[in-house]
């Protein structure tokens, strides 16, 4: 079904554009008359020019045109999964978190989930402030246990490999100790696990900060895209393209992680490299895009820098042996990121070429296809803010902000960044 989809969402694009192209005036457009002439034998010098343009003006219209199509439609649960309630053991690494570890865990003790099936690990090894002393006052209303053995190594991947030791249940759910949970979340996020050909599911999060400032505004449009697992998660599940995981909000089944060695604790981004081996094992990750969870983003430029410069760093340094295990999944993740993890750039640089080519050039033709492409691209930005953000349609007028801080996130990428120890992004 999902190829027949991606066929019929590309002809629905193609066929657009033929017909475009059938009755457009050639007299508005030299881009086309130089094209029917090189079609017609006479100007064989324009075939450089023309395949450019099928790249620039086809190839990514027709990309983001599928994707724009596939942000339309609902995300089906398993039939049958309504009053699914397994039980769940919840992994949260809280390493001197006594500032925000209160009210996270306030958030499980108002959840619906059954409490009897809910089991909650909290990893508090190493901490010196008041982690434990709070998670201790909420034993008598939550399963909470409170791990304090030392870790086998620095970082959150050994605090999770510890919580996993630790855990009673056959279903494993993780989340950093600032993501606070809705009532129903649980409940969403584990419903696609009563299909048994699903491994493990993963939910899209919000900010509980995003009016503070102009960059918590940007930062909001970028989660409710891609980075807090929003609409770009809901067009690939679409499009029967694979999942990876962010780092929190998500469940995994026991026996897999213990089939994987649990995680890789030699790998800042522990959930890429977890991906990546459940994609070479065929293993089905899924979106459940109503197991929405919040948490707090950086309100200074400063920590967002030193923020996303971890993530491109950590990414980085468990490149190589991410692409030793499926180097086909990780070309195809890198493809999608580049493509849809800068939509808005591609919104920006479209809109500029086609007030060019109506002013300057009079091509009203490459002017048309540049606002097509600009349509796609910032309709997938507005689309994502009516489902995963909340239709808080002003943060659209921080777009250009958001350009600044994705073209940030590009750049970083083209540095060297010290890559030798995880250290966690302060937010509060």
Not at 243 to 264: A, K, P, Q, T
Not at 303 to 312: D, E, G, I, N
Not at 347 to 354: E, F, G, M, Q
Not at 384 to 400: A, E, Q, V
Request: proline letters at 4%.
């Amino acid at each position: 079904m999902t190829k027949i989809r991606n066929l019929i969402y590309g002809l629905i694009i193609v066929g657009i554009f033929v017909i475009i192209h059938w009755i457009f005036p050639r007299e508005w457009s030299p881009w086309l008359q130089k094209t029917d002439a090189l079609f017609q034998g006479t100007r064989l010098q324009f075939i450089g020019l023309f395949i450019f343009g099928v790249f620039l003006f086809v190839i990514y219209p027709l990309f983001h045109g599928i994707g724009f199509l596939a942000s339309f439609g609902k995300v089906k649960y398993p039939k049958g999964s309504e009053n699914f309630t397994p039980p769940l053991s919840v992994i949260i690494p809280a390493l001197n978190e006594e500032k925000i570890i209160g009210p996270t865990l306030d958030s499980f003790v108002n959840s619906k989930y059954p409490k009897e099936n809910l089991e909650i690990v909290v990893v508090a090894s190493g901490s010196t402030d008041r982690t434990v002393e709070i998670c201790q006052e909420y034993q008598d209303r939550l399963n909470l246990k409170i791990v304090t053995d030392p870790l086998s190594k620095k970082g959150k991947p050994a605090a999770l490999n510890l919580g996993l030791k630790n855990a009673s249940h056959d279903i494993l759910c993780i989340f950093d100790s600032d993501l606070h949970v809705k009532e129903d979340t649980l409940q969403y996020l584990v419903r696609p696990l009563y299909d048994p050909e699903i491994t493990a599911s993963c939910g899209p999060i919000e900010l509980r900060n995003w009016n503070v400032n102009k960059l918590t505004k940007a930062i909001a449009i970028e989660y409710a895209f891609m980075v807090g697992m929003g609409l770009y998660y809901e067009i690939r599940q679409r499009l029967g393209r694979s999942l990876w995981f962010l780092g929190r909000n998500y469940c995994i089944r026991r026996d897999v992680m213990e089939e994987v060695g649990g995680w890789n604790e030699d790998a800042l981004t522990e959930d890429l490299h977890l991906s990546v081996q459940l994609s070479m094992l065929n293993k089905k990750i899924a979106h459940a895009p109503h197991a929405v969870t919040n948490e707090l983003a950086p309100t200074t430029w400063k920590t967002y820098k030193h923020q996303r410069r971890r993530w491109v760093g950590g990414y980085k340094q468990g490149l190589n042996a991410a692409m030793e295990l499926d180097k086909r999944s990780v070309i195809l993740r890198n493809f999608g990121m580049l493509h849809f993890g800068h939509i808005n750039n591609f919104a920006l640089v479209a809109i500029i070429p086609a007030l060019i080519f109506g002013l300057v050039v009079n091509d009203y033709y490459l002017m048309l296809i540049c606002i097509t492409e600009f349509i796609f691209t910032f309709g997938m930005a507005v689309i994502s803010i009516k489902k995963y953000g909340n239709r808080r349609y002003r943060l659209l007028l921080y777009y250009p902000v958001f350009f600044v801080t994705n073209f940030y996130m590009f750049a970083v990428q083209l540095t060297n960044i010290p890559t030798d120890e995880w250290v966690k992004t302060e937010k509060v």
